[in-house]
């Protein structure tokens, strides 16, 4: 029992720290949120677990990397000379490049992949969506470049960050930090007019030696008064990108809710995704009616892609939609596979609950608890937060 | 009375072949050292067999859909492992006999983790359900990354292993194909199929809908346990990263392509899936594999693209003679073939599409996803459809010259 | 009856049949259950090596015809392809050169790749292949998890296996296990002791990929080195290989107020993280890591925020040494770039070491050769020298420390093996 309980013995709770981690998770969260409603509105309509969105992310990823290339934000790009700079059009343009090849993409793959199975059994749409996905993947791996790519972190013009202090911690510590740390910068000056910066022990002269293993002893103190002065105040870092990034899935959403609740088109997918038999006899265009659940589910893909590979700077391969895929999936079904909102919702909650999760100081089991999370939830409410459950056969 | 003569021959039947094939592929071994790789393929083959109509047991006979099998495979390898490394030193029975425990032990285990999975089926329904049985995979898998004693990402090792256990093996794929064949003609397999069609109208009726799922669960994960555990001893050392999402995607695509509650469609599927990945290894000459060019590549993508086309059309619109129906299929499917040397050549005269090429190892998993596809796409009901494959069936396409199964 | 009989007497009758076709010569018994013994492989556990190893009792594949086939595990598909593919085009490199040159007493070389496709399983079969296909020796893999799989089947047919990325320490307790590559009870001290002594940090900070066995591994001994000399490790995070977020654990790091952070899983994951660990505000914080962090891309997947960030290395391609400009010339004379990982120096000596051992073997067996690995000394390699020798497979080798620039690595600090 013990081996079973030793990571328990590591929590640790930093209440100071819970609304920066909060807020890291509703960021997060949001583009879990942007995936799942691709999964969600798919299902909606078609009742099929489209295992291939999450390889729609990852094209979008690419499709983002390669206009960012074609902009000149390449790596040898931003040595040159003049480097390319980035401002919103920039972003805008890729956003676009990025949603438009992914409702390419998506459409494309319903109009091969999937339409032929529509009369067949669910479970056999499901082995189709398995093995497109596959393909993608190792397909993409014939022909893309064979390393891991990224973004260029100069692509992204909003990289500072913006401080919004909860609570202030006491004057006199701020006033003992500040002290400290102005001891810090000196001494700091000090050793850059004696050594390069970066310089090794073994490089550095005896008196440069000296200042440093003074400077050593006063980063120790002002580190430790930073902590004081953290444990004492609350307040929350943000990167003025990662805001946009979230104001943009808002947008995003809310103009898909639009969409769905206010145009014709979107009163057509209600009805199809509350009756689809119902509907195509009520002369309901049902073929029209998925191409486009395809388009704007594919399209809020390549949305998330564009901006978690530019604002996040992560890793694209084509191996990038698996991990992100499921867990987007997983929050679809947390909020009840086939409810807009619900995706939305769960989204939101999984990247929570998954930043809390490493606060406790799980951070080894981080993906598991969108699991754990998901069964328990699933347990009280068999259809999801918000979806209704309904009995179906495989 | 007849009736026990004809089991009982038949289980000395199957013994027979059982320790004639081990000794058999034994000899060969002991002959050419090399045949060992086709040793191990049979090995993984047969427990890939237990796999597939394990699930099959669940997915498509009690039609309860599970997605995370390969969870239940890796509860039983790590309980077998477990087991082995701390028992087998201290007890007094042979390699041979072990088999038998660890195979049980981590039927047992992988058993328990089932009935936990299987009691969420009473309240879960379809994709929810499919998504809990992922869900626990996850789980389970990182949970093992998390835990030292259990080797983390690194894997155990299991000291006391026992490379000759194809017979073991062979003996848990029969005995899981008799259980599903056996379960399905008797009245308590006829309570699993109407759960399957049915769940409302079959609880009216008076069956035990609880009981029903829970048992396939058990019962289902118990052999996929038992082949964790047997596959843990053969290998000698297990890994977290044997057991995959992708592991569970492929058998779950075992069963459906082979045709969901057909015993003999899963076990001919989980062969063709398990060997497909395989071929590719095979295709070298003098040491070099084959080269593939992007002009080869393109034809063939092409081709296949047109003759699936014709051939679902066929299927799906022809109204003619079986025979002549069988015939244009040949007819595009050679054509196809055809089809792709003839553009391959003109395509090569392209420098661009002549220069890339690739090794046909590097191509083995976009073979297996494309297979997929094509097959979902030609026989969405998977190549067996719902009916199971019989000698009656067999003799009767013998005699007429006709394939028995007729798609309705 | 006869529905029921049927299958059973088929299959009985074929396999008589076939038993009475064959005749097979069974050593070890007479009965299909019978008498063979288990094999009696070493645990390899979590235990280090200590005691001398157990040569493999099997006699190994026999050099044949005027062919001398090496095999190569890589992973050719899955998420180490980028490591895969390169040690692919180094070992294809060295064979090409071997060839030019001769060959090995006019008998020319023959590398055969298996797709081992990330996969432990695949590995296995791959290599079970390849020594079925006649390799005398078989080189490979990138990972220890699959390394490992590889070395059982190795090891039971007595073929010499030389390990290219495989750091785990412990998988060097089969006698016929070598590698190219140092272990993680080098590597991390040398990063610790770098950090301590070099660097002057005192509280670091651990970042660990638990998914894959090559981070796990140098976080422990890197931990052990560090505490060891009088440092404190503040925290340890953990993630997994393919994750993109890590602020949340970044977050945590922030919060103990480190002067470094160890990261040491691979570079897909480094480079977003490092950005991470700016955008978050930690900004004069000292950036350390492993040789998974070596390849071309590690700057366009850092930016900023990763230059200035040390890590352990096999080699460096600014290096004078005569080696590593001749393999570099070569490289970019195949294939038109530089090597994207390590991976591809490493690729190569591993088949050079083969080669050369091949060359020295008294018998042209897979025993002679490994007689004849184990006996290496000084073997001159582009990712430094190579001696086997006394060394249970290990080779005490040199260890770099680079220093992340914009225009490539800079090298800050060499380690001998018995530097520390």
Same mark, same amino acid.
């Given at each position: 029992?013990?081996?079973?309980?030793?990571?328990?013995?590591?929590?640790?709770?930093?209440?100071?720290?819970?609304?920066?981690?909060?807020? +890291?998770?509703?960021?997060?969260?949001?583009?879990?949120?942007?995936?799942?409603?691709?999964?969600?509105?798919?299902?909606?309509?078609?009742?099929?677990?489209?295992?291939?969105?999450? !390889?729609?992310?990852?094209?979008?990823?690419?499709?983002?990397?390669?206009?960012?290339?074609?902009?000149?934000?390449?790596?040898?790009?931003?040595?040159?000379?003049?480097?390319?700079?980035?401002?919103?059009?920039?972003?805008?343009?890729?956003?676009?490049?990025?949603?438009?090849?992914?409702?390419?993409?998506?459409?494309?793959?319903?109009?091969?992949?999937?339409?032929?199975?529509? +009369?067949?059994?669910? /479970?056999?749409?499901?082995?189709?969506?398995?093995?497109?996905?596959?393909?993608?993947?190792?397909?993409?791996?014939?022909?893309?470049?064979?390393?891991?790519?990224?973004?260029?972190?100069?692509?992204?013009?909003?990289?500072?960050?913006?401080?919004?202090?909860?609570?202030?911690?006491?004057?006199?510590?701020?006033?003992?930090?500040?002290?400290?740390?102005?001891?810090?910068?000196?001494?700091?000056?000090?050793?850059?007019?004696?050594?390069?910066?970066?310089?090794?022990?073994?490089?550095?002269?005896?008196?440069?030696?000296?200042?440093?293993?003074?400077?050593?002893?006063?980063?120790?103190?002002?580190?430790?008064?930073?902590?004081?002065?953290?444990?004492?105040?609350?307040?929350?870092? /943000?990167?003025?990108?990662?805001?946009?990034?979230?104001?943009?899935?808002?947008?995003?959403?809310?103009?898909?809710?639009?969409?769905?609740?206010?145009?014709?088109?979107?009163?057509?997918?209600?009805?199809?995704?509350?009756?689809?038999?119902?509907?195509?006899?009520?002369?309901? +265009?049902? +073929?029209?009616?998925?191409?486009?659940?395809?388009?704007?589910?594919?399209?809020?893909?390549?949305?998330?892609?564009?901006?978690?590979?530019?604002? !996040?700077?992560?890793?694209?391969?084509?191996?990038?939609?698996?991990?992100?895929?499921?867990?987007?999936?997983?929050?679809?079904?947390?909020?009840?596979?086939?409810?807009?909102?619900?995706?939305?919702?769960?989204?939101?909650?999984?990247?929570?609950?998954?930043?809390?999760?490493?606060?406790?100081?799980?951070?080894?089991?981080?993906?598991?608890?969108?699991?754990?999370?998901?069964?328990?939830?699933?347990?009280?409410?068999?259809?999801?937060?918000?979806?209704?459950?309904?009995?179906?056969?495989? | 009375?007849?009736?026990?003569?004809?089991?009982?021959?038949?289980?000395?039947?199957?013994?027979?072949?059982?320790?004639?094939?081990?000794?058999?592929?034994?000899?060969?071994?002991?002959?050419?050292?090399?045949?060992?790789?086709?040793?191990?393929?049979?090995?993984?083959?047969?427990?890939?067999?237990?796999?597939?109509?394990? #699930?099959? #047991?669940?997915?498509?006979?009690?039609?309860?859909?599970?997605?995370?099998?390969?969870?239940?495979?890796?509860?039983?390898?790590?309980?077998?492992?477990?087991?082995?490394?701390?028992?087998?030193?201290?007890?007094?029975?042979?390699? =041979?006999?072990?088999?038998?425990?660890?195979?049980? %032990?981590?039927?047992?285990?992988?058993?328990?983790?089932?009935?936990?999975?299987?009691?969420?089926?009473?309240?879960?329904?379809?994709?929810?359900?499919?998504?809990?049985?992922?869900?626990?995979?996850?789980?389970?898998?990182?949970?093992?990354?998390?835990?030292?004693?259990?080797?983390?990402?690194?894997?155990?090792?299991?000291?006391?292993?026992?490379?000759?256990?194809?017979?073991?093996?062979?003996? #848990?794929?029969?005995?899981?194909?008799?259980?599903?064949?056996?379960?399905?003609?008797?009245?308590?397999?006829?309570?699993?199929?109407?759960?399957? =069609?049915?769940?409302?109208?079959?609880?009216?009726?008076?069956?035990?809908?609880?009981?029903?799922?829970?048992?396939?669960?058990?019962?289902?994960?118990a052999f996929a346990g038992a082949a964790g555990a047997l596959l843990g001893v053969y290998d000698g050392l297990i890994t977290p990263d044997t057991f995959r999402m992708d592991v569970s995607f492929l058998?779950?695509?075992?069963?459906?392509?082979?045709?969901? %509650?057909?015993?003999? %469609?899963?076990?001919?599927?989980?062969?063709?899936?398990?060997?497909?990945? =395989?071929?590719?290894?095979?295709?070298? =000459?003098?040491?070099?594999?084959?080269?593939?060019?992007?002009?080869?590549?393109?034809?063939?993508?092409?081709?296949?693209?047109?003759?699936?086309?014709?051939?679902?059309?066929?299927?799906?619109?022809?109204?003619?003679?079986?025979?002549?129906?069988?015939?244009?299929?040949?007819?595009?499917?050679?054509?196809?073939?055809?089809?792709?040397?003839?553009?391959?050549?003109?395509?090569?005269?392209?420098?661009?599409?002549?220069?890339?090429?690739?090794?046909?190892?590097?191509?083995?998993?976009?073979?297996?996803?494309?297979?997929?596809?094509?097959?979902?796409?030609?026989?969405?009901?998977?190549?067996?459809?719902?009916?199971?494959? %019989?000698?009656?069936?067999?003799?009767?396409?013998?005699?007429?010259?006709?394939?028995?199964?007729?798609?309705? | 009856?006869?529905?029921?009989?049927?299958?059973?007497?088929?299959?009985?009758?074929?396999?008589?049949?076939?038993?009475?076709?064959?005749?097979?010569?069974?050593?070890?018994?007479?009965?299909?259950?019978?008498?063979?013994?288990?094999?009696?492989?070493?645990?390899?556990?979590?235990?280090?090596?200590?005691?001398?190893?157990?040569? $493999?009792?099997?006699?190994?594949?026999?050099?044949?015809?005027?062919?001398?086939?090496?095999?190569?595990?890589?992973?050719?598909?899955?998420?180490?392809?980028?490591?895969?593919?390169?040690?692919?085009?180094?070992?294809?490199?060295?064979?090409?050169?071997?060839?030019?040159?001769?060959?090995?007493?006019?008998?020319?070389?023959?590398?055969?790749?298996?797709?081992?496709?990330?996969?432990? @399983?695949?590995? &296995?079969?791959?290599?079970?292949?390849?020594?079925?296909?006649?390799?005398?020796?078989?080189?490979?893999?990138?990972?220890?998890?699959?390394?490992?799989?590889?070395?059982?089947?190795?090891?039971?047919?007595?073929?010499?296996?030389?390990?290219?990325?495989?750091?785990?320490?412990?998988?060097? @307790?089969?006698?016929?296990?070598?590698?190219?590559?140092?272990?993680?009870?080098?590597?991390?001290?040398?990063?610790?002791?770098?950090?301590?002594?070099?660097?002057?940090?005192?509280?670091?900070?651990?970042?660990?990929?638990?998914?894959?066995?090559?981070?796990?591994?140098?976080?422990?001994?890197?931990?052990?080195?560090?505490?060891?000399?009088?440092?404190?490790?503040?925290?340890?995070?953990?993630?997994?290989?393919?994750?993109?977020?890590?602020?949340?654990?970044?977050?945590?790091?922030?919060?103990?107020?480190?002067?470094?952070?160890?990261?040491?899983?691979?570079?897909?994951?480094?480079?977003?993280?490092?950005?991470?660990?700016?955008?978050?505000?930690?900004?004069?914080?000292?950036?350390?890591?492993?040789?998974?962090?070596?390849?071309?891309?590690?700057?366009?997947?850092?930016?900023?925020?990763?230059?200035?960030?040390?890590?352990?290395?096999?080699?460096?391609?600014?290096? $004078?040494?005569?080696?590593?400009?001749?393999?570099?010339?070569?490289?970019?004379?195949?294939?038109?770039?530089?090597?994207?990982?390590?991976?591809?120096?490493?690729?190569?000596?591993?088949?050079?070491?083969?080669?050369?051992?091949?060359?020295?073997?008294?018998?042209?067996?897979?025993?002679?050769?490994?007689?004849?690995?184990?006996?290496?000394?000084?073997?001159?390699?582009?990712?430094?020298?190579?001696?086997?020798?006394?060394?249970?497979?290990?080779? $005490? &080798?040199?260890?770099?420390?680079?220093?992340?620039?914009?225009?490539?690595?800079?090298?800050? &600090?060499?380690?001998? $093996?018995?530097?520390?």
């Open positions: 029992m013990d081996v079973l309980l030793s990571p328990l013995a590591g929590l640790q709770m930093d209440f100071g720290a819970l609304p920066q981690q909060l807020v +890291n998770g509703i960021l997060i969260g949001s583009i879990y949120a942007l995936i799942a409603l691709g999964y969600t509105m798919v299902y909606g309509v078609l009742r099929l677990i489209n295992f291939a969105h999450g !390889e729609v992310f990852m094209i979008g990823c690419y499709a983002a990397l390669f206009t960012s290339w074609a902009m000149g934000f390449t790596a040898t790009g931003m040595q040159a000379a003049k480097p390319p700079t980035s401002n919103i059009v920039t972003l805008l343009i890729m956003l676009f490049v990025s949603m438009a090849v992914c409702s390419l993409v998506g459409v494309t793959i319903e109009r091969f992949a999937y339409r032929p199975m529509r +009369n067949q059994s669910r /479970i056999a749409s499901l082995i189709t969506a398995i093995g497109v996905s596959l393909l993608l993947q190792f397909g993409g791996q014939l022909f893309l470049p064979p390393l891991q790519q990224n973004i260029q972190a100069e692509v992204n013009p909003f990289r500072d960050t913006i401080s919004l202090t909860l609570r202030q911690a006491p004057a006199s510590l701020k006033q003992e930090f500040k002290t400290a740390s102005l001891a810090q910068k000196a001494a700091e000056e000090r050793l850059a007019e004696l050594a390069p910066p970066g310089a090794l022990t073994s490089e550095l002269s005896p008196e440069a030696l000296e200042v440093r293993e003074r400077l050593s002893e006063l980063t120790i103190k002002s580190n430790s008064l930073r902590a004081q002065v953290n444990d004492a105040s609350v307040f929350v870092v /943000i990167q003025k990108g990662k805001l946009i990034m979230f104001a943009a899935a808002l947008v995003l959403m809310i103009i898909l809710r639009h969409i769905v609740l206010k145009t014709a088109t979107g009163r057509a997918m209600r009805a199809v995704n509350h009756d689809f038999q119902s509907a195509s006899l009520m002369g309901v +265009n049902v +073929n029209r009616v998925i191409t486009y659940t395809f388009m704007i589910g594919s399209a809020l893909a390549g949305a998330g892609a564009m901006m978690n590979s530019t604002f !996040e700077g992560t890793a694209i391969t084509p191996f990038a939609g698996v991990a992100l895929g499921v867990k987007a999936f997983v929050a679809a079904v947390l909020g009840g596979i086939g409810n807009i909102p619900g995706a939305v919702l769960g989204g939101i909650l999984m990247g929570v609950a998954e930043s809390l999760v490493v606060w406790v100081g799980l951070s080894g089991y981080k993906d598991a608890i969108a699991f754990v999370i998901l069964i328990v939830i699933l347990l009280f409410r068999p259809g999801g937060l918000l979806g209704s459950s309904a009995v179906e056969k495989v | 009375m007849k009736i026990w003569v004809v089991r009982i021959l038949s289980i000395i039947g199957t013994l027979v072949a059982v320790f004639g094939f081990e000794f058999f592929m034994r000899g060969l071994v002991a002959q050419d050292q090399s045949l060992d790789y086709i040793y191990r393929l049979a090995v993984l083959a047969g427990l890939f067999v237990t796999l597939a109509v394990s #699930l099959n #047991l669940i997915n498509g006979i009690t039609g309860q859909f599970s997605i995370g099998h390969a969870s239940f495979y890796m509860v039983g390898a790590y309980a077998g492992a477990t087991l082995t490394n701390s028992l087998y030193k201290i007890q007094p029975l042979g390699p =041979e006999t072990w088999l038998f425990v660890v195979a049980l %032990g981590g039927a047992v285990a992988a058993g328990i983790a089932g009935l936990i999975v299987g009691l969420h089926s009473l309240r879960l329904k379809g994709d929810y359900l499919a998504i809990v049985t992922l869900g626990f995979g996850e789980i389970i898998r990182i949970i093992v990354f998390n835990q030292p004693f259990l080797g983390g990402s690194f894997g155990l090792n299991i000291a006391d292993k026992n490379d000759k256990s194809l017979w073991a093996v062979l003996l #848990l794929a029969i005995l899981c194909i008799a259980v599903c064949r056996n379960l399905c003609q008797t009245p308590h397999g006829l309570a699993f199929l109407a759960v399957r =069609e049915d769940e409302v109208a079959s609880s009216a009726m008076g069956v035990n809908v609880t009981r029903v799922k829970v048992t396939a669960f058990i019962v289902g994960s058998i779950l695509t075992m069963v459906v392509l082979g045709g969901t %509650g057909s015993i003999t %469609g899963s076990v001919i599927a989980a062969l063709l899936l398990f060997s497909i990945p =395989e071929w590719p290894r095979f295709m070298v =000459e003098g040491g070099k594999p084959w080269q593939v060019t992007g002009a080869t590549l393109l034809a063939g993508a092409i081709c296949l693209i047109v003759s699936v086309y014709l051939v679902k059309r066929t299927i799906d619109e022809y109204h003619g003679p079986q025979r002549t129906k069988t015939l244009r299929i040949v007819g595009i499917v050679g054509g196809g073939i055809i089809g792709t040397v003839l553009l391959g050549t003109v395509f090569g005269l392209i420098p661009v599409l002549a220069n890339r090429t690739w090794d046909v190892g590097a191509l083995r998993m976009v073979f297996l996803a494309v297979t997929l596809i094509v097959l979902m796409l030609i026989r969405p009901q998977g190549i067996f459809g719902h009916e199971e494959f %019989g000698w009656q069936k067999a003799m009767k396409a013998l005699r007429f010259g006709k394939p028995g199964a007729n798609p309705t | 009856m006869i529905r029921q009989l049927l299958p059973a007497g088929l299959c009985a009758l074929a396999i008589s049949a076939f038993m009475v076709g064959c005749k097979p010569a069974e050593p070890t018994g007479t009965t299909g259950t019978g008498s063979s013994t288990p094999s009696t492989s070493t645990s390899a556990g979590t235990t280090p090596a200590t005691a001398a190893r157990t040569a $493999p009792e099997a006699p190994g594949n026999e050099i044949t015809g005027d062919t001398i086939k090496i095999g190569l595990v890589a992973s050719q598909n899955g998420e180490l392809r980028p490591w895969g593919i390169d040690t692919v085009s180094g070992a294809k490199l060295a064979e090409e050169e071997v060839n030019a040159a001769g060959g090995i007493n006019g008998k020319k070389i023959q590398v055969m790749v298996g797709d081992s496709a990330s996969n432990p @399983q695949d590995g &296995k079969n791959a290599a079970q292949k390849l020594i079925a296909d006649g390799a005398v020796v078989v080189l490979g893999e990138v990972a220890s998890g699959i390394t490992a799989q590889m070395n059982e089947v190795a090891y039971e047919k007595g073929v010499p296996l030389i390990a290219i990325g495989a750091t785990r320490t412990d998988l060097a @307790q089969k006698g016929n296990f070598f590698r190219v590559c140092y272990t993680d009870d080098f590597q991390g001290p040398v990063m610790a002791a770098f950090a301590y002594r070099e660097l002057n940090l005192r509280r670091v900070a651990i970042m660990t990929d638990r998914s894959t066995p090559y981070s796990t591994g140098l976080s422990d001994s890197f931990r052990k080195k560090f505490t060891e000399l009088g440092g404190e490790i503040v925290t340890e995070e953990f993630y997994q290989s393919k994750e993109t977020q890590f602020t949340a654990q970044l977050t945590n790091v922030k919060g103990k107020t480190p002067d470094g952070i160890f990261m040491s899983g691979y570079f897909p994951e480094v480079g977003p993280m490092a950005r991470q660990i700016r955008d978050i505000g930690m900004k004069d914080v000292k950036l350390l890591g492993g040789d998974g962090w070596d390849s071309t891309e590690l700057t366009s997947g850092g930016g900023d925020a990763i230059i200035g960030g040390f890590f352990c290395n096999h080699y460096n391609n600014q290096e $004078p040494r005569e080696e590593v400009k001749k393999f570099l010339a070569a490289w970019n004379k195949k294939y038109a770039t530089t090597p994207g990982t390590t991976m591809g120096a490493l690729g190569y000596d591993a088949t050079m070491l083969a080669v050369d051992a091949i060359r020295r073997a008294t018998t042209p067996n897979s025993k002679g050769i490994l007689e004849a690995l184990e006996a290496t000394e000084n073997f001159m390699s582009v990712s430094g020298k190579i001696t086997l020798k006394g060394n249970n497979g290990n080779p $005490p &080798k040199r260890a770099l420390v680079v220093e992340v620039s914009r225009t490539g690595q800079v090298f800050r &600090k060499a380690y001998e $093996p018995g530097d520390l």
